[in-house]
């Protein structure tokens, strides 16, 4: 992608970002219509849709050409990933923003021909902007993040993972994981993957695992990671197919193979 151009669409899709931002702050304490989707603990609000309808609506206007992929059913269905396509949450971490009312994200990823050109994640109620293009690091707000450390111990890491894991599951044998929870130092769940991809990339976090995220949880946060030197597959080292939901590993690649090959490889079910 032409770097002129990727600089205009970056600083145009970060306008669009804060501005969608600053539209939920202000309505954060505004009554609420939530209704559920696949489950009852599937939830989606009125700000969900209404977020993703502005980013949309000003996407297509300036960009007729640009393709989307997005959650709640406003982008475009898509069968490949050529020419430029925007992969957007609108609030990643729905449950969150409606029971606490922050630790919730906008992500945007932005792509060209399956490359990750520019992500952004935007954590509305810290006001925090992670933002990387490819090739040109990755910052929080205007400060630059740090490359990852090549030193990390896989028994000092902290690993973001929800308690799914340690329930009987499809993936990998429970047991397996619960060991990996007993070695690692430590373990967080935040409930938003763009989030848990960000304290990756901010190295406050070593890794994050999950078990079936769809392409807009994610596509931001693996340029922003990427551009750190963390690495992206599914839970087992496979390449990550953004048309399709996947298992999902993000972490510093000091800890990625012991991890892939002493756990989730051999607890697979
Ligand atoms: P969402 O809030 O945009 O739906 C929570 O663990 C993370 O998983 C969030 O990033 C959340 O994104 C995502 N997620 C995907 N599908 C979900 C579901 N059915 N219920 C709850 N969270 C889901
Ligand atoms: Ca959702
Ligand atoms: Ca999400
Ligand atoms: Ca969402």
Same mark, same amino acid.
């Given at each position: 992608?032409? &770097? *002129?151009?990727?600089?205009?669409?970056? $600083?145009?899709?970060?306008?669009?970002?804060? *501005?969608?931002?600053?539209?939920?702050?202000?309505?954060?304490?505004?009554?609420?219509?939530?209704? /559920?989707?696949?489950?009852?603990?599937? $939830?989606?609000?009125?700000? +969900?849709?209404?977020?993703?309808?502005?980013? #949309?609506?000003? %996407?297509?206007?300036?960009?007729?050409?640009?393709?989307? #992929?997005?959650?709640?059913?406003?982008?475009?269905? &898509?069968?490949?990933?050529?020419?430029?396509?925007? %992969?957007?949450?609108?609030?990643?971490? /729905?449950?969150?923003?409606?029971?606490?009312?922050?630790?919730?994200?906008?992500?945007?990823?932005?792509?060209? +021909?399956?490359?990750?050109?520019?992500?952004? #994640?935007?954590?509305?109620?810290?006001?925090? &902007?992670?933002?990387?293009?490819?090739?040109?690091?990755?910052?929080?707000?205007?400060?630059? $993040?740090?490359?990852?450390?090549?030193?990390?111990?896989?028994?000092?890491?902290?690993?973001?993972?929800?308690?799914?894991?340690? @329930? *009987?599951?499809?993936?990998?044998? *429970?047991?397996?994981?619960?060991? =990996?929870?007993?070695? %690692?130092?430590?373990?967080?769940?935040?409930?938003?993957?763009?989030?848990?991809?960000?304290?990756?990339?901010?190295?406050?976090?070593?890794?994050?695992?999950?078990?079936?995220?769809?392409?807009?949880?994610?596509?931001?946060?693996?340029?922003?990671? +990427?551009?750190?030197?963390?690495?992206?597959?599914?839970?087992?080292?496979?390449?990550?197919?953004? $048309? !399709?939901?996947?298992?999902? =590993?993000? @972490?510093?690649?000091?800890? !990625?193979?012991?991890? #892939?090959?002493?756990?989730?490889?051999?607890?697979?079910?």
């Amino acid at each position: 992608m032409d &770097l *002129e151009l990727r600089e205009a669409l970056y $600083l145009q899709a970060k306008e669009w970002v804060l *501005e969608a931002g600053k539209t939920i702050r202000e309505k954060i304490n505004d009554p609420l219509t939530i209704d /559920t989707k696949s489950d009852p603990n599937d $939830l989606v609000t009125t700000m +969900d849709k209404g977020t993703e309808y502005f980013l #949309i609506t000003n %996407i297509k206007e300036t960009y007729p050409e640009h393709f989307i #992929i997005s959650e709640e059913g406003y982008g475009d269905e &898509l069968q490949s990933l050529d020419g430029t396509v925007w %992969i957007i949450d609108p609030i990643d971490g /729905t449950m969150n923003f409606v029971h606490q009312k922050r630790n919730f994200a906008i992500s945007v990823g932005i792509y060209h +021909d399956g490359v990750g050109e520019i992500g952004l #994640i935007y954590d509305v109620m810290a006001d925090q &902007l992670y933002s990387a293009k490819r090739g040109g690091g990755a910052y929080k707000n205007k400060t630059a $993040l740090p490359r990852l450390s090549e030193q990390k111990s896989f028994y000092e890491s902290i690993l973001g993972l929800n308690h799914f894991w340690l @329930c *009987e599951n499809r993936l990998v044998d *429970e047991k397996v994981i619960q060991n =990996l929870v007993k070695t %690692i130092r430590g373990s967080r769940t935040y409930g938003s993957a763009a989030l848990e991809f960000a304290s990756v990339a901010e190295g406050i976090m070593d890794g994050y695992m999950t078990m079936d995220l769809a392409p807009w949880d994610i596509a931001a946060g693996i340029v922003i990671v +990427d551009e750190v030197g963390g690495r992206t597959t599914n839970a087992f080292g496979e390449q990550i197919n953004l $048309l !399709q939901k996947n298992s999902v =590993l993000t @972490c510093n690649p000091a800890i !990625q193979e012991q991890l #892939i090959n002493d756990y989730t490889k051999k607890g697979r079910k």
